[in-house]
């Protein structure tokens, strides 16, 4: 069984690093899935070998966005009776859920399209 380093980025753009978590289900799990996606303005839950995740930190990176990133693998469940999806990246600003890199759940989401028509810069502001 391969065993995987938590890690994260704070808004300042430092990694910080810790121990795998142990997988936490029901209320636990949403609790602390809450509290990572209000830990920044802009959470971003990556996995490392994902194109998509790559060229949506890359467009974030070249507008100046800070971002925390936080490794998808142990909140996948949680993210999925959240979002209705698991698939990596999963972006939110201020804690509310805008997608992946192309799309979401909603005809507006998806980190590119988002910073083409300024929404994301939007939802930051407000």
């Not at 899935?33 to 467009?59: K, Q, Y």
């Not at 469940?77 to 909603?106: F, H, M």
Request: charged share 25%; with cysteine.
């Amino acid at each position: 069984m391969l065993s995987f380093v938590e890690f994260g980025r704070s808004a300042s753009g430092e990694f910080f690093w810790g121990p795998p978590r142990e997988g936490s289900s029901g209320a636990e799990g949403a609790e602390e899935l809450d509290h990572v996606i209000t830990s920044a303005d802009v959470v971003f839950f990556d996995l490392p070998s994902c194109p998509f995740c790559r060229r949506a930190e890359a467009a974030l990176r070249s507008e100046g966005i800070d971002f925390r990133m936080v490794h998808i693998s142990e909140y996948r469940g949680e993210l999925k009776q959240r979002t209705g999806k698991t698939s990596a990246p999963s972006v939110w600003i201020k804690g509310t859920y805008v997608g992946g890199c192309n799309d979401g759940t909603e005809p507006w989401h998806g980190v590119l399209p988002m910073l083409a028509s300024g929404k994301f810069q939007d939802m930051l502001k407000h």
